[in-house]
């Protein structure tokens, strides 16, 4: 009789179920790599929203930006796993990681003077501006 309890009960076990990447996160905006300040910028703000709202632990905010790395980003999210523990590191820590290797301050820099130097008819465009405060 207990030979027929222990078999049913092993049958009414529910297998675990594998983690799920929740369905918001699964429509969060991809991040390939490039170097532009402003994709970055726009890809943290992105994420940053999706992440508040889900109400995750730092860790789980780490490992849910994680799921939106692909291609050089995601190589590159993997060596720092070679050297991290991430399952440690806080969402502010791998923000800084990121924009360590993808905020390239020179191109900001560049696209800043390119802004500046923008004209609007006989004017730059701060000059423009200014005109109209």
């Not at 030979?3 to 929740?22: F, G, K, T, W």
């Not at 003077?113 to 000059?127: A, I, Y």
Request: proline share 6%; charged share 25%; aromatic share 10%.
């Amino acid at each position: 009789m207990n030979q027929l309890r222990e078999q049913i009960a092993r049958m009414n076990q529910v297998p675990p179920v594998a983690p799920q990447v929740p369905p918001v996160a699964a429509q969060a905006p991809e991040f390939e790599g490039p170097m532009d300040p402003i994709a970055v910028d726009n890809w943290l703000i992105d994420i940053q929203v999706i992440l508040d709202f889900m109400r995750l632990t730092e860790q789980e905010k780490v490992l849910c930006a994680s799921f939106a790395l692909k291609k050089d980003a995601r190589h590159w999210w993997m060596t720092v796993q070679m050297r991290r523990d991430i399952m440690a590191m806080s969402w502010q820590d791998s923000v800084a990681e990121f924009r360590t290797m993808y905020y390239n301050r020179e191109i900001l820099t560049a696209q800043q003077d390119e802004f500046t130097s923008l004209k609007q008819g006989t004017m730059t465009v701060l000059e423009a501006v200014k005109k109209f405060e």
